[in-house]
């Protein structure tokens, strides 16, 4: 069964950093894209960044472009995000996801991921 495990979330103040990381087991992890999504209290899951199986491709929400960035280790078998520049408003429980095998292209699309780790609680102090 596929398993995901998000780490290194907590408390940050605003213009700090923070490296999110997420380990996969239960799947031929270099075969899928990934991606990270974020939920705010109140609010629904929204996108946040994916990458391609081989990290030749990535894409960004317009909100963290030029703040995060995406990575992965195949070797591994883990997806990271890491955030500058944090602001108050990136305040969110974030998630790593599997997207669907059969989908060729790069989706934002949370219906478009088929497996979710936990979450990781990310809060950025003002």
């Known amino acids: 069964q596929v398993h995901l495990v998000e780490t290194g979330g907590g408390l940050v103040q605003a213009g700090g950093s923070l490296r999110l990381s997420c380990a996969a087991s239960?799947?031929?992890?270099?075969?899928?894209?990934m991606g990270w999504f974020r939920q705010a209290p109140g609010k629904e899951r929204e996108f946040v960044a994916t990458?391609?199986?081989?990290?030749?491709?990535?894409y960004y929400a317009d909100s963290v472009l030029g703040r995060f960035t995406i990575s992965r280790d195949n070797t591994k078998n883990t997806v990271s995000l890491q955030m500058n520049s944090v602001k108050p408003e990136d305040t969110a429980i974030y998630f790593c996801?599997?997207?669907?095998?059969?989908?060729?292209?790069?989706?934002?699309?949370?219906?478009?991921?088929?497996?979710w780790g936990q979450g990781t609680q990310v809060t950025v102090s003002s």
């Open positions: 996801a599997v997207q669907t095998n059969y989908i060729a292209t790069l989706s934002r699309d949370v219906m478009n991921y088929d497996h």
């Open positions: 990458i391609s199986t081989s990290a030749g491709n990535t």
């Open positions: 239960g799947l031929i992890f270099s075969s899928y894209h």
